[in-house]
Nanobody, 120 residues
């Protein structure tokens, strides 16, 4: 059964750090380009970063470049997002998924996400 289980979110002050984790059992994780997405309050979901199957190539949205690092452990079917120098505008629910997203029964499949709140 496909699962995307995000964790590691929380409340953090501006300038702080968080590390998000995504457990992704149930599909061929090691052969998939994976990504982190986020949905800020009242806005559309957006791509934050992606990483190729072997981890050799990564891409970042301009808004997080130099502050966030995506990585993966294929032996553990796990995806990570290290977030440093967090800003108010990083407040969002963060989701992991394939890139492009998993499709199940004709719909994009998403996990429950993990909420990140940057506030002083």
């Amino acid at each position: 059964q496909v699962q995307l289980v995000e964790s590691g979110g929380g409340l953090v002050q501006p300038g702080g750090s968080l590390r998000l984790t995504c457990a992704a059992p149930g599909f061929t994780f090691s052969s998939a380009t994976m990504a982190w997405y986020r949905q800020p309050p009242g806005k559309e979901r957006e791509l934050v970063a992606d990483i190729t199957s072997a981890g050799g190539t990564t891409h970042y949205a301009d808004s997080v470049k130099g502050r966030f690092t995506i990585s993966r452990d294929n032996a553990k079917n796990t995806l990570y997002l290290q977030m440093n120098s967090l800003k108010f505008e990083d407040t969002a629910v963060y989701y992991c998924n394939k890139h492009p997203p998993l499709r199940l029964a004709g719909y994009n499949y998403w996990g429950q996400g993990t909420r990140v709140t940057v506030s002083s």
